[in-house]
Every structure is written in C-alpha cells, then in structure tokens.
C-alpha cells in the first residue's frame, strides 16, 4: 500500500507562485508521478505527470507556467506553479501509478483575481 500525503496548497493572489510537495511511502518503484486538478463543478484534469524515465507530461494550459519536477530517492514529486491564474484554481491531487494507481488527499489551491 503507498500512501501519498502532499503539502504547499494555499490562497495567493493572480500572478503569484506556489509549490505543492508529494512524498509517497515505502521504498517502492513508482513508475509514473503527478498532478491532477480538480475545479468546482469539473472533472479531475490532468495537471502535469512525470515518469520514472525523466519524461514530463503538461496540460496545455499550465505549460510554460507550471514545473514537475521529482525526486526518485525520495519518491516525492513536485509541482512549482507560476504566474498563476484564477483558473488555476481548484483541489490538487497527488497520483502514483505502480501496479495500481493511487491517489492523495488533495490540497486546495485558490487564485484570487
């Protein structure tokens, strides 16, 4: 069982910066890493994924913007946030793909305008 528990969510103005944080546990090798999103009254998006290979995944809305970023040592997988936007807005969640697929809590992150 991995257990992932993410961090670095918050409130910030439009244009500001955040950076969400996600160790998993254990000393297991997780093929694919990442983050969703999801906005009130929307569906779980797919944020940015990074795999155990070095290759990076982006929503096209968030690139240029938005950096993955991971530690394989640690397992743990970042998400720096730039120049953020309203639409940014909404629950992220952290994902691990292994064998099974397992998710985090979710961390909230809110742009104001």
């Known amino acids: 069982q991995v257990q992932l528990v993410e961090s670095g969510g918050g409130l910030v103005q439009a244009g500001g910066s955040l950076r969400l944080s996600c160790a998993a546990s254990?000393?297991?090798?997780?093929?694919?890493m990442g983050w969703y999103r999801q906005a009130p009254g929307k569906q779980r998006e797919l944020v940015a994924t990074?795999?155990?290979?070095?290759?990076?995944n982006y929503a096209d809305s968030v690139k240029g913007r938005f950096t993955i970023s991971r530690d394989n040592a640690k397992n743990t997988v970042y998400l720096q946030m730039n120049s953020l936007k309203p639409d940014d807005t909404g629950v992220y969640y952290c994902?691990?793909?292994?064998?099974?697929?397992?998710w985090g809590q979710g961390t909230q992150v809110t742009v104001s305008s």
């Open positions: 254990g000393s297991f090798r997780i093929r694919v």
């Open positions: 994902n691990a793909r292994l064998l099974q697929e397992y």
């Open positions: 990074f795999t155990s290979g070095g290759s990076t």
